[in-house]
């Protein structure tokens, strides 16, 4: 078991996690028809796997918590007059506190330049678990106050679980506030078999696609091409592309799979996050389909407030650039994030544009033939690759020169040899692509099949994806290899 899933990080996926779990689950029946004792029942698990995560960090979490709880209670006045000020505070004061552990290793290079020294230690700091997810779901939530959409929260341990859930806490998806509060006041919860169903679906699926797939297509193919290890050639470069694309995917995705099965064996039903993105014709359809719970975000929160399309043409396209300009620095502070942002940005500009110029177009690529939709996918599918080209690499200086090698030193000798190296790995890839466009319908039927064989399948179908876990990161990966957090644990 200490193979499986990181089992010294704590993640969803670990050892560690399993063991807990389980203990969660046998007091949690004493308790799930109990309101205030399930609520402070989870938060106190949810605060445990935050400490086993941050440390001391959990601390961090409760004082924002507290501050912006106390914020939304003073949004709304005598009278029921909403006041902007706890709203400017709250946006103040949670941005400044990602900004500082986003941009601290920007910042102590500088203070280093400026002081000559080398012995500033703020570009070591640890950023706590979860950080942008936890400031995200906290600015909408006294935001949400504010148009009136909510009413505060009254009680502070129900909005710091609200912020805490644990399957949702490090990686999201971010939850509707309205939403996740009606969950929490249910007197009740009653968890079907359907329910068990779904749950026991989703996380053998994601521990497939998270340990399985991104695991040793991370560490087989996309590791040795952009850290250099591998022949240097176009076609590789190509091959890593692709490998990342789906290493991402599968790692992200299976991760939120792992989340939205826990939590709905707990009786929660967290919001879809991924809808098989690569099957998208055009950008638009494609950041409906990506990180659903951000993208809505980035739409609600900033891209509306800039004044969305409601201010003519130019400034929609500006607002659109300058929205997917901060989704890349909120990735990190770089010029590979910026280059990413700035081409979805334009991406979805020029899209837009088109919309404009030919009304009868659709947004998502509906309606088109079929040829007409795969022509779509595959220009949108290879406009997000030069994205993740840029996300994945160290510096510009090297996604410019991985770029211009596929054009100019492709070289498929190369290719072959480090296929054959790494064969495994490309069978893996091969099996996410082919999970990922496998029609909707065949994931609904395997939850259907869960159900209807009941908790003793449920159980079987979950073990026995761990156990092919095991053997695979046995088989293809060190220990160091299958350990470490997902990808987005870094954002």
């Known amino acids: 078991m200490d193979i499986l899933l990181n089992t010294g990080s704590f993640s969803l996926a670990s050892g560690w996690f399993l063991i807990a779990f389980l203990i969660l689950l046998m007091g949690y029946v004493a308790v799930i028809g109990k309101r205030r004792a399930r609520n402070l029942y989870l938060l106190a698990f949810s605060l445990l796997f935050y400490w086993k995560l941050s440390g001391w960090y959990v601390l961090l979490l409760v004082a924002v918590a507290f501050n912006d709880w106390m914020l939304g209670r003073a ?72 148009r009136g959409r909510i009413s505060p929260v009254g009680y502070f341990p129900d909005y710091l679980l609200l912020l805490s859930f644990f399957p949702k806490m490090t990686l999201g998806p971010l939850v509707r506030n309205d939403d996740f509060i ?190 007409q939709r795969m022509g779509g996918i595959l220009i949108t599918f290879h406009i997000v690759l030069l994205g993740w080209l840029f996300f994945n690499a160290a510096d510009a200086g090297q996604a410019f020169s991985m770029l211009g090698s596929m054009f100019t030193d492709f070289n498929t000798g190369a290719l072959v040899s480090f296929a054959k190296d790494a064969a495994p790995a490309v069978v893996l890839m091969a099996a996410g692509y082919l999970m990922h466009f496998l029609p909707s319908s065949w994931n609904a039927g395997f939850s259907r099949l869960c159900s209807s064989g009941g908790i003793v399948l449920c159980v079987i179908v979950i073990v026995a994806a761990i156990w092919i876990a095991l053997q695979a990161q046995g088989m293809f990966l060190s220990p160091s290899d299958a350990a470490g957090l997902p990808i987005y644990a870094n954002f």
């Open 75 to 146: 949004v709304v006045g005598k009278e029921g007059v909403r006041r902007k000020w706890p709203v400017a505070v709250c946006v103040a004061v949670d941005v400044a506190v990602l900004v500082f552990f986003k941009a601290s290793g920007l910042f102590s290079g500088l203070i280093e330049v400026l002081s000559g020294k080398e012995t500033i230690s703020v570009g070591s700091i640890l950023i706590p678990a979860g950080i942008s997810f936890l400031v995200f779901q906290s600015v909408s939530y006294v935001v949400d106050i504010y």
């Open 182 to 371: 009606r969950q929490m006041g249910r007197d009740g919860i009653v968890i079907t078999r359907e329910d068990i169903g779904e749950a026991a679906a989703l996380i053998a699926r994601g521990i497939i696609k998270y340990c399985v797939i991104a695991r040793c297509v991370g560490a087989l193919i996309t590791a040795p091409i952009f850290s250099g290890s591998a022949a240097p050639a176009g076609s590789t470069a190509l091959l890593g592309v692709y490998a990342f694309a789906i290493q991402i995917y599968c790692d992200f995705s299976g991760y939120t799979d792992l989340a939205t099965g826990i939590s709905l064996l707990l009786g929660f039903r967290l919001p879809l996050n991924f809808d098989a993105p690569y099957k998208s014709a055009t950008i638009t359809e494609f950041w409906r389909r990506w990180h659903i719970s951000l993208s809505s975000w980035l739409r609600e929160y900033l891209y509306i407030p800039l004044g969305g399309n409601r201010k003519g043409k130019i400034r929609t396209y500006i607002n659109l650039i300058l929205t997917m300009f901060l989704g890349g620095l909120w990735h990190g502070i770089g010029f590979t994030f910026v280059i990413w942002g700035l081409l979805h940005g334009i991406a979805l500009s020029l899209h837009k544009l088109w919309l404009s110029a030919f009304p009868g177009a659709h947004k998502t690529g509906e309606g088109r033939s079929p040829l």
